[in-house]
């Protein structure tokens, strides 16, 4: 596994001048728009990398972009990986070690989740203050990757306590504080989406949001010794009183509906690392 991590990170240093990224940042399902926020200076398909998997989730483009964020050096993963489209949790965390491989000393992280908290709206940000790990491992099952990180990794503190200080900050300041909540991200396997039953169950045991993603990539930047910041966009309310079936296109509409909050927060907390 070390050596196709360094593979691939040696093909994207040598088809980008040796880019030096210093924040990871991964676009979630239907927030792929904050990528135009990027100074573009190098594209690098994922069929191209090594060992690298593909995107198979509509609205995640299968793109690595270098370039800068309000003039910081940046790496944006356009489009993640999901064990429901039948990755290993290996596999899932690469690109996130692969970006370590590259130099990047922070992770920020973005998703588009089901509100799980009644006080919630459509639209808003969640910022993510812990999570329940409820998909079937994680990346750090098997031999453990003495290079990468300790054997049995702490995850009291999984998202960084400076950074969401200072997203929380960023809010305010853009006048965000009335749509940007914090909360508990719940993790489940999907693909497909909850029953009543499983949602009540989620808000019972402390969830604020669900999601199919995220907390495998947060294991792994933490077993890296990465900080991390990671929001979710509330894309459908599954609170008792507002379940209904789920279309995908009304979860693509929210998710662009709270896109221009997400990139202003996301610019102001980059150009302050």
Do not use: W
């Not at 690298?52 to 800068?68: C, D, I, N, Q, Y």
């Not at 003039?71 to 489009?79: I, S, W």
């Not at 009183?241 to 009304?250: R, S, T, Y």
């Amino acid at each position: 596994m070390l050596n196709q991590l360094r593979e691939a990170a040696a093909y994207i240093q040598a088809h980008s001048d040796n880019f030096l990224p210093e924040t990871g940042i991964i676009l979630g399902t239907g927030l792929g728009a904050l990528a135009r926020e990027v100074e573009v200076e190098h594209e690098i398909n994922y069929a191209d990398i090594p060992h690298f998997p593909l995107s198979t989730v509509e609205s995640h483009a299968g793109r690595l972009l270098l370039g800068r964020m309000a003039g910081k050096k940046v790496a944006v993963l356009q489009g993640r990986f999901h064990y429901y489209e039948g990755y290993t949790m290996q596999q899932v965390a690469m690109p996130v070690r692969v970006l370590k491989l590259l130099g990047i000393s922070q992770l920020v992280v973005s998703n588009a989740a089901g509100g799980l908290n009644p006080d919630f709206n459509m639209a808003d940000l969640m910022l993510i203050d812990d999570h329940i790990n409820l998909q079937p491992g994680n990346p750090l099952i098997g031999a453990n990757l003495d290079e990468l990180g300790p054997r049995f990794p702490d995850m009291f503190a999984p998202y960084d306590a400076g950074l969401l200080a200072r997203a929380e900050a960023a809010a305010r300041a853009l006048g965000q504080a009335g749509t940007t909540r914090r909360g508990v991200y719940a993790s489940v396997p999907g693909p497909m989406l909850e029953t009543p039953a499983e949602y009540r169950y989620l808000r019972t045991i402390g969830a604020d949001a669900v999601g199919m993603s995220t907390v495998p990539e947060v294991i792994a930047a933490r077993h890296l010794n990465l900080p991390v910041l990671a929001v979710s966009v509330i894309t459908d309310l599954c609170a008792p009183g507002h379940l209904k079936p789920v279309v995908l296109a009304d979860i693509f509409a929210a998710a662009a509906q709270a896109e221009p909050r997400l990139t202003a927060l996301v610019k102001a907390v980059v150009a302050e690392l």
